[in-house]
């Protein structure tokens, strides 16, 4: 029988017990089920326990929003305790999110049958359960013959219940207390519990039973529906609701895998926000957490996911206080600030939607990154592996981060460093391009841009590098450039190109062929230009004249 608590009771194995689920004849005690009517505050207009639990979940955090503790109070009350049971008869067992009521009894002698049993001269087997009405509390019992041994193997919250010690563990009669809209799934989960199979194969109703084998710790009826939601075709719609458990469901290990899924569905569907932007801003928090957390983001630049998170938080989150919240807990988290441009990095120092302390720290920490050496960012980003967010970790940006140094004096220039990966390279062959995010230079933007094309006399496909200028701006300027890469045996940068050119905005200027050979011998394994699989580029570039 397997063991769902580390605590070593019984063999690891699964047993199939499900001729004796509610006969008397394999069965020590009777679990008398007391159902409280759902109130209209947290069942009506409910199908199932899980849109109710969604329901309530909604409500609190409107309650910890106004910040009322006697309202909260109050409906938790409302919610928990409904017709409570004297208090000296109960025991309760809380699961953080849902809290589950037991008592035992010494005879039901208050309640008043309205289902009929066997009678005496029958055989004891009692496999339908009976129904009746508890007249001292009103509620609507469901008695149901089960075997202590099976129920405590595979839950604490039984194993607890039979073996505490106390006279209520040594009764015949217990009693535990479940919603209305818990029954069916309460129900299978008993069955489960004796025959490790599920009749039920709806969504719904798996996350139901899902939902009460939290409530009452049965690890393996978790695992199992947690199995079966995962081999279902996954939607948008399913994945968020799957995110968005009750946060006792979601830290289970059982239920990890299932929400795992959903977050890789996310990402995997919203891969290029830039094509479902409006479906991406629609999306809750763990939507937005789930698709910002990928670090194969399609994405122009970090900059670009800046702006999003921006947009995002002040569309679902209007009032500043709550917004300054929501990035200090969850969203600041999924920017990788290292990865953004120092002047898009000036703007969040002066953005009113960061706390400023947060703010300062966020920059900060990107600034001492982008200063380390590049075997120490490559350590760094290691460390990250198994983290669940990468600040460190570069995304697959289709505008390439660059690192640039500018000069004021004697004259105003920029050396600009751009690495590319072998496998960028090699994805390039046979017409391809790739840019890199925008520099600065005289209050211009200006890029750098890598093609792979065909010589001059189209003889060969080869590897060209190209400089180009945004069009902002009437101002045109007069350019001194030269491309340079680092190259074997010194793995020093050796100059490869050098030239002059008036820009204009959207234009670019360049050379076809950079290292003047052919792309087979460009991306050979013996390639001069490849350093530990990254080709290194430098571009210098020198203001000579302004011309108006």
């Known amino acids: 029988m397997d063991s769902d608590f580390s605590r070593g009771y019984g063999p690891n194995t699964e047993s199939d017990f499900g001729f004796a689920f509610n006969d008397s004849n394999f069965s020590d005690r009777i679990l008398m089920v007391q159902i409280v009517p759902d109130s209209k505050s ?254 194969n983001l399609l994405v122009a630049s970090e900059d670009a996911v800046y702006d999003f998170v921006l947009k995002w938080a002040r569309i679902h989150y209007p009032n500043l206080e709550q917004r300054r919240e929501i990035f200090s807990s969850n969203l600041c988290r999924l920017i990788r600030f290292p990865y953004m441009t120092c002047r898009k990095l000036k703007k969040v120092l002066t953005c009113n939607d960061f706390d400023p302390e947060l703010a300062s720290k966020d920059v900060l920490e990107a600034l001492f990154f982008k200063a380390e050496a590049p075997y120490r960012q490559r350590s760094l980003a290691a460390e990250e592996g198994n983290a669940s967010h990468h600040r460190f970790v570069e995304r697959a940006y289709k505008y390439r981060p660059v690192k640039v140094v500018e000069f004021e004096l004697p004259r105003q220039q920029c050396i600009v460093y751009l690495d590319l990966k072998r496998d960028e390279c090699n994805n390039l062959f046979p017409s391809g391009r790739v840019y890199s995010q925008a520099f600065h230079l005289g209050g211009q933007g200006f890029f750098l841009s890598a093609h792979c094309n065909m010589d001059q006399q189209s003889a060969f496909h080869c590897f060209g590098l190209f400089l180009g200028m945004q069009e902002k701006g009437a101002v045109s300027f007069a350019v001194d450039y030269e491309f340079a890469a680092r190259t074997k045996p010194t793995e020093e940068y050796v100059s490869k190109y050098k030239g002059n050119y008036t820009f204009t905005g959207g234009k670019a200027v360049g050379y076809r062929n950079l290292f003047g050979i052919p792309w087979t011998a460009f991306t050979a394994e013996d390639s001069l230009y490849f350093i530990n699989g990254i080709l290194h580029l430098r571009a210098e570039l020198t203001i000579r004249q302004l011309v108006l």
Not at 105 to 129: F, L, R, V, W, Y
Not at 207 to 233: G, I, Q, T, W, Y
Not at 248 to 274: C, E, G, N, W
């Open 42 to 295: 947290d069942g009506e207009g409910c199908s199932s326990i899980v849109d109710w639990a969604r329901k309530r979940k909604r409500r609190r955090e409107e309650i910890n929003k106004e910040n009322d503790v006697d309202v909260l109070t109050q409906r938790e009350e409302e919610v928990l305790n409904c017709n409570m049971l004297d208090t000296e008869d109960v025991l309760a067992y809380e699961n953080q999110d849902e809290e589950a009521v037991a008592m035992a009894e010494e005879s039901p002698s208050s309640i008043a049958q309205t289902a009929n049993h066997p009678g005496d001269g029958e055989a004891s087997k009692s496999t339908d359960s009976s129904t009746s009405m508890d007249s001292a509390t009103g509620l609507q019992i469901r008695s149901i013959h089960i075997s202590s041994p099976i129920l405590a193997a595979k839950s604490p919250f039984f194993y607890k219940l039979f073996s505490n010690g106390m006279r209520e563990s040594e009764q015949r009669h217990v009693t535990v207390q479940i919603h209305a809209s818990e029954e069916a799934a309460f129900m299978d989960l008993l069955n489960f519990m004796y025959s490790n199979t599920l009749s039920t194969i709806t969504p719904s109703a798996l996350l139901d039973v899902l939902m009460a084998a939290d409530k009452f710790e049965v690890a393996s009826c978790m695992r199992h529906c947690s199995r079966l939601l995962r081999n279902l075709p996954m939607t948008c719609e399913s994945a968020l609701l799957y995110l968005d458990l009750p946060s006792s469901v979601l830290m289970a290990d059982a239920v990890l895998p299932l929400t795992d899924a959903a977050k890789q569905f996310l990402a995997a569907r919203f891969k290029d926000i830039t094509k479902f932007q409006e479906e991406v801003l629609n999306l809750p928090l763990a939507g937005i957490e789930a698709v910002l957390s990928n670090d």
